[in-house]
Each structure stands twice: as C-alpha cells, then as structure tokens.
C-alpha cells in the first residue's frame, strides 16, 4: 500500500470549511484504491498573522519540504493586506518549491449552468498552463517621492530564457502527452514593448521543436473576448503569471463559476512538494455559514493524487464529482442554484468514491 | 455654422475600408446639424513604414497638432512587428497629445447576438475608463545576456501620482455627469506587489472625495469572470493601461462582437488633439473584401463629435446606428450574421442620419 505524506494547510475563510471535505473523498479514494495518506495540519493563515505578525513560521517552508504533496485551502481576509497575506504564504510557497507551473483545467462539468449560450459538458474542454514562479509578479521596484506631487511607483517583471523556455515546453509536451493538438499562447506585444515580444520570440522557438503540434498566438485583450465567443476552439492556452491568472479565472466563470475550479502548483522535475489548492479565494463574504461549494478543493486533490501516481484514484475522484453533479438529486450549495451545505456535497462525492 | 478641422488617418487593412462610412456618416450628420468638416487625411500606415522605414513622417505629431479632432482606422499589418507599428504611430500619437483617458462604452446594442444568455438590449450598459499614458505600456526595460542561457528582459511598468489620480479622478467625474452610481477599480494588489497596491491606496483617496458615489474593487481575474457572470452589474470600470484594454474587449465580446465597439483617447484638458478609433484592429484575414464592418469607425465618430461640442449630432449618429440595426431589413455584414457589405450598412446609417 502507497503512503502519501501530506501537508494540509486550510488557510482562511471558507478554506477551512472546504478542506475537511477533500479529506473526506481523498480518505474514500484510498480505502477504494489502495492508497494511503498522512495528514499534517498547519494552521498557517491570517489569523496566526494577526496573532504571531507572520503568515507561517520562520522555518515554514523548511517544516513543508520533506512531505510528498501540499493541499492548500485559500489565502486572505480582510483587515489583512493581501499583498501582504499572499506573499507571506502562497507566494514563497509557489518559489521556494520552484513550482514553475499552475496547471488549471477548463471544463463544463454537468450540472452547471453557464452563461453563455448553446453549449453542454464536453464543448469546453481546455487546460490554462500558467507560469507560476516569476513574470509579472515581481517585488522588484519600488516607490519614490513618497507624499509629494511627483510620487512614483516602479514595478518590474522579470523574464528570464530559462523561466520562459521551460513554461512554454511545458505547454507543448503536456499538449502532445494529452493527445491535444493546439497550443495557444497570451501575448501583449503590440503594447507592452519589452516582455511581450520576447515571450513570443521564444515561443515561436519552442513551437518549432513541436512540428506535429498547432501553434498560434493571440492578444490577451482579445483572446479574452475569444474565450466568451468561441470557448470551444481551445485546447491548451499558455500564458504569463499574470495573463495565466487572467484566463483561468474567466474560462471557469464562462463555464458558470469558478467555485468548483482547481489548480495545481507543479515542479515538474520533482525535486520539491508540489501544491494544489481551487483557484477560487478565502470568500469572506460567505465565510462560516457551511455553504461554500466544496467541489474546487476536491478537484484539487484528485489533480494531488495524478501527480502523486495514482492517476486510478485521481479518475475515480473525477468521476464521482461529475456523477453526483450530474444526478438530478444532487445536493448542490448556493452558489450552484441549491440549498445543500458544504458537508452535504462533500458527503455525496465521499460516497460515490466509495461506491 | 461651425467648423472642425479633422485629421484622417485610416491605417492598414480595414482602417481602409471603414474610414470612407464614417466619413460619409460625418457628411450626412453635418448637413443635418449644421456643422461642417474639413477632412485632411494622411497614408500613415505599415505600408508607408515599409517604403519609408517610418510609419510617420519625424515631424508627424507636428503635422497633426492644429486639428480638433484625429479619427483613425487600424494600426497593424503582417510583415511588420506590431510593437513597431504601434509604438511608431498609435501609442506615440495617444502620449505626445497627453490623451490620457481611453473612454470606451460597452452596450448591447439592438441586432446584435450576444454570446451570453437571458440579456437584452438595454441590459448591459457600462463604460470602460482606461488610463493610457502610462501603466504597463512603457519603455523602460531591456535584455540582458542575449542568446546566453542567462538572457533576461526586464520591463517596466510606471505609476505615477499625477498619472494615476487624474484617471481615477476622471473616473469619479464622468460617473456622476453621466448618472452612473458605482465605480469599479480593476486591481491585482494581491499578485503584483508594488504598482497595484499603489493603484488601490490612491483609488481609496479619490472615491472619498466622491461620497455620492459608491466605490468598489475588484481583481481582475475574477472581474473578468464577472464580466461574463453578472454583465448588469457595471456602471463604470476603471482600469490601468493593460487592465482598461482587456476589459474593454471582453466587454464588448459579451455583447456579440468587438467588430462595433467605439473608442476615444481623450484629452480633457484639450490642450492637444483627442484621437478617435475603434477598438478592433486592422483584421487582415478579411482586409481587401469589402465586409468590414464599419460600426465601431462610426460609432467612434458619434464619440468625436459629442467631444467637439456637437452633442446633438453626435445622438443623431448613434440613433442612426441603432435604429439601422434594430431594422429586419438592416443590411448585416457577415460577422453580425448578414450578407452585406461595407458600403451597405454604412450607406443605410449614413441615410438614416439625414432622415
Ligand atoms: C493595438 C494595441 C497597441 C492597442 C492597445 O493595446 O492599446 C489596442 O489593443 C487598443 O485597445 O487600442
Ligand atoms: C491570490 C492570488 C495571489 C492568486 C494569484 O494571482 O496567483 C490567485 O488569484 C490565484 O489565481 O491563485
């Protein structure tokens, strides 16, 4: 029997409502497929920084190395700074482990009801490889003039061959491995005069290693639009950490929401944890009510058990999401047009793992 | 009878082919007005970059400066790099003239087939406030250890005080000339560590000066997803140069089609020139056909005249616009589903005009 060691950090607001959840399902997808998990809690979150003055301890990064994966809830609440809250945490995490890829799917699930028109689950189908360890979210710059008429504020972003290279290989390997034939790439290059441009010289690079595959390139104004317009046409979209962000938050709203979205923080080559956490935040405004849809952690965890190697598991944990959203007596949450409780779904999947 | 001096720049590809409607639209409006227009038009364009190396001539903005007005087409074409065209024509033109707002609607109108369901008419009605004269779109930056395996590009992004209150302070202002309740900031405090949290800071000391107005932010990932979730929501969004110019197409994508959407880069000061264009772009995959839809070259000409202080006419033209696509018999170019062509439908509003 396989013995996963994982780090499970709820984080803030209804991360801590959803977790309990993705435990539930991981527990019935190991009795079902023969894996077993060790769950460290840590309580790292705004509260402890309210309390302590940091997000995690001193030695947190060093506490997350040795085990084998990282679930991570959400990040953020109010009277807290999120630059200051999401550097203090998810950020180094994402560093630190050199987690250089946010894979995220985009994916009609049924029982959803989207808002654009004419389309059932199976018509958008598509995977945002988002670069997720430099670009555009930098701390480098800065303020000056502070308080007089002539303040201004520098902020860099930061490409470097290596971090652009492995990105975009990326995309096009997991194209070719996932038997899809289109990569489409985000640019900005007839606005924004440095980065842009070498982002697509390099990606026309790498789309030349990669004959057998479809490469094309869009403007992230109007790739947007495209998203709302033809969300069909897409197969794999690479982007930069800000355009990546951009296009994995829109592709779940047009399939309805972005509350049953997850993510995955891979490093790729293994040498460090990799983390997986839904792409959608801590929610305040529905915070400890036991309503929030829990359908984005457990995803997130089925994406945990595929690079884990047990892809069987991670399936089956799909599977059951999709069953129990599909089946008319689903006790769906409030987000999803229900009056189900966030244990009521959770449950429901639990038991369809099992099943 | 008052009288502009209106300088005429159609650019590449289809600029060609719409600019000749708004012209004709502006002709009918003005007999029925009573305003009159001197037109001078200029070739400056990628085909004049490739015969002179220069997409203006050096003293262009020179040449540019005695007008009331600056209507323009498209900038862009294959064969020469976009961060070329623009930066040498387009992006210049909107900074030496200070043009620091980019005024552009996003309305439903009658006609059109919205990709989103249970909207009409009328339901979506909001304006995008982008900042265009610094931001993101800068310079500043460069790469280091070309074609080494330690190459970088760093870019730059600026946020000036000056730069960043007026936006925000135009913002306020416009939503209440106009009317409209709520302003939405578009920000990424929680990802981009110095520029956004700035951004926020001063959008909080500027709505405090506006207690009529409510104020709010949001992220602009999840803003887009909001964009297509909840399109009744918006009033006014303000935006960054980057984040102003992705929301204004998806805007408009959620409304059918970039194809109509209209733009104005404003100086409010009038101290220079405002410039006039519609947001899509040359479109050389349907250049040379006649098909063009020329909506948004019209539609940013009904925006040029409310700016000159012909606010009548400038309704007249847009009641023209709307009345002809509201028509069963509108003669529809191919991307809103018809048949038509360019000169049709501009013909049909150029008459409803002088109706
Ligand atoms: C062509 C490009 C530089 C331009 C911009 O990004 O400003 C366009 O997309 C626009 O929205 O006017
Ligand atoms: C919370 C925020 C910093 C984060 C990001 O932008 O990376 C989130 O939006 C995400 O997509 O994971």
Redesign the pocket.
């Known amino acids: 029997m396989e013995r996963f060691e994982i780090a499970v950090i709820p984080g803030d607001g209804i991360g801590n409502e959803v977790m309990p959840e993705a435990l539930r399902v991981l527990e019935a997808a190991g009795s079902r497929y023969g894996v077993e998990f060790a769950f460290r809690e840590f309580d790292w979150s705004c509260e402890r920084y309210k309390r302590t003055g940091r997000m995690m301890p001193e030695d947190g990064i060093e506490q997350l190395r040795g085990h084998d994966a990282i679930l991570l809830g959400a990040?953020?609440y109010p009277g807290v700074p999120?630059h200051v809250s999401?550097w203090g945490l998810?950020?180094p995490i994402r560093r630190e482990f050199d987690q250089y890829v946010n894979l995220r799917p985009v994916r009609l699930l049924p029982g959803l009801t989207p808002p654009v028109r004419d389309v059932s689950p199976g018509d958008i189908d598509f995977w945002v490889v988002r670069e997720n360890s430099e670009g555009e979210y930098s701390m480098l710059g800065g303020r000056q003039g502070e308080g007089t008429p002539g303040e201004m504020v520098m902020q860099a972003s930061v490409f470097t061959r290596r971090g652009t290279d492995r990105i975009l290989r990326y995309a096009f390997e997991f194209a070719r491995r996932n038997r899809r034939s289109l990569v489409t790439s985000a640019t900005k290059s007839n606005g924004i005069y440095h980065s842009m441009p070498y982002w697509d010289e390099r990606f026309r690079a790498i789309a030349e290693e990669y004959p057998d595959l479809s490469a094309e390139q869009e403007h992230i104004d109007i790739l947007t639009a495209k998203f709302v317009l033809r969300p069909r046409h897409f197969d794999v979209v690479v982007g930069s950490n800000l355009f990546g962000?951009i296009l994995?938050?829109l592709g779940p709203g047009v399939t309805g929401t972005i509350g049953v979205a997850p993510?995955a923080n891979i490093d790729p080559e293994r040498r460090h944890p990799s983390m997986f956490?839904p792409?959608h935040?801590s929610a305040p405004d529905i915070a400890g009510r036991g309503v929030a849809n829990p359908v984005g952690q457990i995803w997130s965890a089925a994406m945990m058990l595929d690079h884990l190697g047990a892809p069987e598991a991670g399936a089956g944990v799909l599977a059951a999401v999709e069953s129990v959203l599909a089946s008319t007596a689903a006790p769906l949450t409030p987000d999803l047009g229900g009056t189900a409780r966030t244990g009521d779904l959770g449950g429901a999947i639990a038991a369809a793992v099992a099943d």
């Open positions: 990040v953020g999120d999401l998810l950020i962000d994995s938050d993510s956490e792409v935040g």
